[in-house]
């Protein structure tokens, strides 16, 4: 069993910051590609940042310059600093995990989603 859990959401003012986290913990063997999505209400979950296990970044255009992926290996944690926040980057913030499992197979898991409001 695997599992993501997430923290750091809450009620910013635009222009503010808010740093998100994401612990995964299980029978895990590695950790590959690690990302961030996000959805907002009446819309799509799209994709927000991604980071591979070696490092190598991927970010949505609507956030490049303000969100900054990072990741702590040995902690299994992965962090999204989001910065210069606006109105329209509210929604619910989910973490994603490309895990292999210690007993074999290979999965796809979701955190429960973090709520990120941004709002005066």
């Known amino acids: 069993q695997v599992q993501l859990v997430e923290s750091g959401g809450g009620l910013v003012q635009p222009g503010g910051s808010l740093r998100l986290s994401c612990t995964a913990s299980?029978?895990?063997?590695?950790?590959?590609?690690m990302a961030w999505y996000r959805q907002a209400p009446g819309k799509e979950r799209e994709s927000v940042a991604a980071?591979?296990?070696?490092?190598?970044?991927n970010y949505a255009d609507s956030v490049k310059g303000r969100f900054t992926i990072s990741r702590d290996n040995a902690k299994s944690t992965v962090y999204l600093q989001m910065n210069s926040l606006k109105p329209e980057d509210t929604a619910v913030y989910y973490c994603?995990?490309?895990?292999?499992?210690?007993?074999?197979?290979?999965?796809?898991?979701w955190g429960q989603g973090t709520q990120v409001t941004v709002s005066s």
């Open positions: 994603n995990a490309d895990v292999r499992r210690r007993l074999g197979g290979r999965g796809d898991y």
């Open positions: 299980g029978s895990i063997a590695s950790i590959g590609a």
């Open positions: 980071i591979t296990s070696g490092g190598m970044l």
